[in-house]
């Protein structure tokens, strides 16, 4: 019970390469992946709403704990937690590994430090088809259980490299024939337009920056375009994981086209 306490620690996740997957959700997609998921705590109500995550834990060999709701409260960190909680293995890939899977659609996240906006980025790279998220080393920590719990299970779905030095993690996407293509407000190529726009049936990574500041010069340089999401009304900018949405959805289309995105939603309705 200490143990699991202590991951809402990342220097203690980091040592025993373990985090906390909170809610019903997360927990079912880590069971998905047999051997991730390593011990389940989970309330008497939690066990009720939930046999059957209880059961498969107990039949991929986790330990499974019953705890009160004071319990549960503490170690998730929540106002509300949903009365199921994990401990699971680390799932990180090396770059290199992402790299030999010869992906088409691929995110970079640089300086990104809101776990909230990470969360979804992830979310979000997970519906519109991504290969693989990039975390820089400058980025937030995405075993933070904010992080996971925004993510919504999609971080046990997709390919997630951590840590990477951003210019090798850029060096390697483009010799592995992706475009780079940095989202900047101020860009001058505008996303979606009809002339001057960035081809997005090409191989592409995404990069986008700092909630606050976005993507300074430096980075902005090592793309191989700067890209705008327009904006037709009177808001000045869009958040991060709004203007994430639009570029990988646009980029969604352009690699796969109007009928397999078709077929994708009929699945996402199903």
Partial sequence: MKAARLLNK??????GRAFLAEGPQAVREAL??????????????????????TDQAVRQGAVVH????????ELAQTITPQGVLAVCRFIDIPLAKLLAAAPRLVVVLAGVRDPGNAGTVLRTADGAGADGVVFAATSVDPYNSKCVRSS????FHLPV???AELAAALAGLREAGLQILAADGSASRILDA??????LAKPTAWMFGNEAWGLP??????????????LYGKAESLNLAAAAAICLYASARGL?????LAEGHKRGES
């Avoid at 019953?66 to 409260?73: N, P």
């Avoid at 919504?152 to 971080?155: I, M, P, Q, R, V």
């Avoid at 009809?194 to 081809?199: A, C, I, K, L, Q």
């Fill in 10 to 15: 990342k220097a203690f996740r980091e040592r």
């Fill in 32 to 53: 998905a992946e047999p051997g991730v998921l390593t011990e389940l705590f989970v309330t008497g109500q939690g066990r009720i709403r939930h046999p059957e995550l």
């Fill in 66 to 73: 019953e705890v009160s709701g004071e319990v549960m409260t």
């Fill in 152 to 155: 919504a299970g999609s971080l």
């Fill in 161 to 163: 490299v951590v840590g």
């Fill in 194 to 199: 009809p002339v001057g726009g960035p081809d």
């Fill in 217 to 230: 010069g430096s980075l902005l340089e090592q793309a191989d375009t700067a890209v705008a999401v327009p």
């Fill in 256 to 260: 796969h086209g109007s009928r397999n």
